[in-house]
């Protein structure tokens, strides 16, 4: 009898972490780690008792975790995961459309997701599109410059939201 398999050494530890978590609890925290003492760090985690402490609110930085997690659910074919990190990430997005962190999670979503898969590409774009003054920072338009179809695909989401009306923007383009 043959089941799945998971082969996890080409991906971020820390996303991993979260479907171990997400497997568990159907749900995932946010648990940073000490990036120059792992070894320390996964014996402190098995040593932990009660639930897991998660990042606060105002760190901005979990977004590009909530795309790793959403990559890595579309990878190993986790569709109830994916939607929560898609949930998530649009959550940390309403708090956290002004930082570098969501130009990072942009460009990892860019990066890390098919342009076939328009779940996480389009939260990213209806966060640019919704908070169109982003568009005057150098960094968010070298951003557009660089990231492969992102202009585009941010043209045409908006002009399917003025063809449609906002509300009518329910297909994928």
Same mark, same amino acid.
């Given at each position: 009898?043959?089941?799945? *398999? ?17 497997? @568990?609890?159907?749900? @995932?925290?946010?648990?940073? &780690?000490?990036?120059?003492? %792992? ?9 932990? *008792? ?9 760190? !901005? ?8 997690? @959403?990559?890595?659910?579309?990878? @190993? ?25 969501f130009?990072? !999670?942009?460009?990892? !979503?860019? %990066? ?10 389009? !939260? ?8 169109? &003054?982003l ?13 492969e ?8 989401? *908006? &002009? ?5 009306? %906002?509300?009518?923007?329910? &297909?994928?383009?």
């Amino acid at each position: 009898m043959q089941g799945n *398999s998971f082969n996890f050494l080409d991906d971020d530890p820390e996303a991993v972490d979260c479907i171990v978590q997400y497997f @568990y609890t159907f749900d @995932y925290k946010h648990r940073p &780690r000490a990036p120059d003492d %792992a070894a320390e760090a996964g014996t402190a985690l098995q040593e932990q *008792s009660g639930p897991p402490a998660e990042t606060p609110a105002s760190d !901005a930085s979990v977004m590009v975790l909530h795309v790793k997690v @959403y990559a890595l659910a579309e990878k @190993y074919s986790i569709t109830p995961l994916k939607a929560l990190a898609l949930e998530k990430f649009r959550v940390a997005a309403l708090d956290h459309w002004d930082t570098d962190s969501f130009l990072v !999670a942009t460009r990892e !979503a860019y %990066a890390s997701t098919i342009s076939e898969d328009k779940g996480m590409r389009n !939260a990213v774009l209806k966060t640019l599109h919704e908070n169109s &003054r982003l568009l005057d920072r150098e960094s968010v338009q070298e951003l557009l410059r660089r990231v492969e179809f992102l202009a585009f695909d941010l043209l045409m989401y *908006s &002009r399917q939201l003025s063809r449609h009306g %906002a509300f009518g923007f329910g &297909r994928s383009f």
